[in-house]
């Protein structure tokens, strides 16, 4: 199989095409076909090394991992012994986490690890930047913002994945959404559903007069400082990016009117994702909630996809296809002993 790898922390180019045998999965171990995966912001700290600390997690002198890549959809194609909850042919969709390892044709992980069934009317990249995204902004808006119907909740970075996927889950909580993004992307925003689009480069909405209830700062480009004078009483700031003051204010604010809230979504047991797995996957199935996609890549042009989420200013989710969708069921020629077809099932294409 081929897979996209590096060896040392850099700018996009370190990241290569490379062959490695086909991984065989052993017992309660399921093997995919990757058809879609995204590259990601944790991706491209990995990548890089930077910030400096992310070093302590990823490899102090060089990277532990060589192939990154986390959230993915694809097709079961092997089976290792004792699994019960996946059959060869099925579709699928989840996150890897810290062990990533997805951008590559073939992936291996274990059946109870955080991934479920993908309904048929819902395509493989979509399948990804709701990974990518909205397994993000769902635990963050119920559990940290404990959102519902009526909620005033403002998302800043609307247009980025975890931003546009918390535009839709807040709307379909049934709060009133004020989202801000830049110029460039106000259209696609509305587009999503928010009640009100604020173009940040001509608004500050936290000098304004409107209140919140839930100021979710997708993206980490403001503080808590900023963001409390727009926060109602019993409001709650919740941001995305981890910094000493945000760690200060969240034990600070507990005691306050208005509380600080970071959290570390991909750090949660895959026995929690699971169940948020299968919610998503429902509401996407019945068209609630499409992530926007802003381009879909080959494998080998990996480069290009970290370049576009190094820019900063991408559009959803940007997601390689390293296989493409109308390969069919591994050749059961290729296929290594120790693994078992107990089923074949045509993958039923969704269009992406
Ligand atoms: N804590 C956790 O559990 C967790 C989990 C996942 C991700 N994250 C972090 O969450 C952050 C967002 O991830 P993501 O995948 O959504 O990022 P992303 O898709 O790369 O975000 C891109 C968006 O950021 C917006 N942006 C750029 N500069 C901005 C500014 N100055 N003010 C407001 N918006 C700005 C851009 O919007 P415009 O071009 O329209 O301005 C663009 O659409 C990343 O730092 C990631 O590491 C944290």
Known sequence: ??????????PPEVVGMIERPDPIPGAGEVRMRVHAVSVGASDSAARSGTPWFARLAFGLRAPRKAV??????????????????FAVGDRVFGATGAASGAHAELLVVAESSAIVPLPGAVGMADAAAICDGALTA?????????????????????SGSVGAAAVLLAKHLGAEVTAVCGPAHVELVSGLGADRVVDRTREDVTRGDAMFDVFFDAVGKTTFVRARRILAP???YLTTVPSWAIMFQQLTSRLGRRRAVIMFTGLRKDADKVPDLEYLAALAATGALRPPIEREV????????YRLVDAGHKAGSVILRPVPEN????????EPESTHAASARPETRAGA
């Open 298 to 305: 080959p494998l080998e042009q990996v480069a290009d996809g």
């Open 1 to 10: 199989m081929r897979v996209a790898a590096y060896e040392r922390y850099g």
């Open 234 to 236: 019993g409001g709650v």
């Open 138 to 158: 769902l635990p963050f808006l119920r559990d940290g913002g404990h959102v519902g119907v009526g909620d005033r909740v403002l998302v800043n970075g609307a």
């Open 68 to 85: 990154l890549g986390s959230d993915f959809a694809g097709v079961v194609d092997a089976i290792g012994p004792g699994v019960t909850r």
């Open 327 to 334: 390969v069919e069921a591994a050749d059961a020629a290729t």
